[in-house]
């Protein structure tokens, strides 16, 4: 009832400043059924679904969240930034940053740039990475190694996020140098980029997986057991 009482009357108050006469008020009037239908369209509030990727669910991880302050002439002004990871569990993360006045916005915007700038991880058996790598940036240097299963996850703070989001369930990590979240976080995606598949090596050098296996000292029978298992 007070909902429709205050669109009438905002309808009566344009009816008035247009015709310079009054109009009616009511439920029955003219004007202000107008008015009032108009005021419920401008408000409709149109959402978008939480997941734009075709219903996938993904994993968000917020990292780091950060508060600065800017002195203006009537005071203080408070922004801030959010650091948030993104992944399927499948070999597929991303990270992202955003800035906004409120903390539920800026969380907001750093998840859909993560989703925008999520990368495809080879992992073997779904569980670690192929083989080890190192990454760095800035004064981030972070190594990551492949673990056998029943390791877990051996890495702290925002390392700790990426791999979780990634789907990886046994990895051993070292990081050296800042503890600086943002440079972590790099560093490690720089370490996660240059993962390479037996699969992917064998097609870029027109051999079969079983060969290259079989460089490493494996037996013809075990190397064709260990390449028929890699998927990716």
Do not use: C, W
């Amino acid at each position: 009832m007070m909902a429709d009482e205050v669109q009438n009357a905002e309808g009566a108050v344009e009816a008035t400043e247009n015709t310079g006469a009054p109009a009616r008020r009511g439920r029955g009037g003219r004007d202000g059924g107008r008015g009032g239908r108009d005021g419920g369209r401008g408000r409709r509030d149109d959402r978008r679904p939480r997941d734009e990727d075709g219903g996938e669910e993904l994993i968000e991880k917020l990292v780091h969240i950060n508060r600065v302050s800017k002195t203006v002439k009537g005071g203080k002004r408070f922004g801030f930034a959010a650091l948030v990871v993104v992944g399927d569990g499948k070999g597929r993360a991303g990270f992202g940053h955003g800035k906004a006045r409120e903390v539920p916005e800026a969380i907001s915007k750093a998840t859909a740039a993560a989703k925008k700038a999520m990368i495809r991880v080879p992992l073997r058996d779904g569980r670690t990475l192929h083989h080890d790598g190192r990454g760095h940036f800035g004064a981030g240097n972070v190594t990551v190694r492949s673990a056998p299963a029943g390791t877990g996850i051996i890495a702290g703070g925002p390392m700790r996020a990426v791999f979780e989001s990634l789907g990886v369930a046994d990895v051993v990590t070292k990081s050296v140098g800042t503890s600086n979240p943002y440079n972590m976080i790099r560093a490690t995606f720089e370490a996660l980029g240059e993962q390479t598949s037996p699969k992917s090596v064998a097609q870029r050098r027109g051999k079969k997986v079983s060969d290259l296996i079989k460089r490493g000292g494996a037996s013809d029978r075990a190397a064709e057991a260990e390449a028929a298992a890699v998927t990716e």
